[in-house]
Nanobody, 122 residues
Framework: VQLQASGGGSVQAGGSLRLSCVAS????????IGWFRQAPGKEREFVAG?????SYTDSVKGRFIISRDNGENMWHLQMNSLQPDDTAVYYC???????????????????WGQGTQVTVSS
């Protein structure tokens, strides 16, 4: 199983980016998928995820939208109103089984993409 993330880049504050993740080797239409990020010197943190529900970390609510296209085994993270604090390496992740109670935990995800850099300048 491989996850391939893309769409990162450099933008000014207030700008937008759309991240995409493509999975190959198995489908996750019934599992959990998510996006995490890791800034320099910080731990990897949950950004957004989908199981039977959609969940966001508080700092991105109203600005980021996670979606998935089961037919293409892809999912996306639309990031609007980006701020310098959003600067990080973003990782897509997936797991065959995950619950709404555990979907924010790094350890619950089995498969990870390689990461894509997002840089927001002020």
């Amino acid at each position: 199983v491989q996850l391939q993330a893309s769409g990162g880049g450099s933008v000014q504050a207030g700008g937008s980016l759309r991240l995409s993740c493509v999975a190959s080797g198995r489908t996750f239409s019934n599992g959990g998928i998510g996006w995490f990020r890791q800034a320099p010197g910080k731990e990897r943190e949950f950004v957004a995820g989908i199981t039977w529900i959609t969940s966001y970390t508080d700092s991105v609510k109203g600005r980021f939208i996670i979606s998935r296209d089961n037919g293409e085994n892809m999912w996306h993270l639309q990031m609007n109103s980006l701020q310098p604090d959003d600067t990080a390496v973003y990782y897509c992740a997936a797991s065959p089984q995950i619950t709404r109670l555990t979907m924010r935990r790094v350890a619950e995800y089995v498969y990870w993409g390689q990461g894509t850099q997002v840089t927001v300048s002020s």
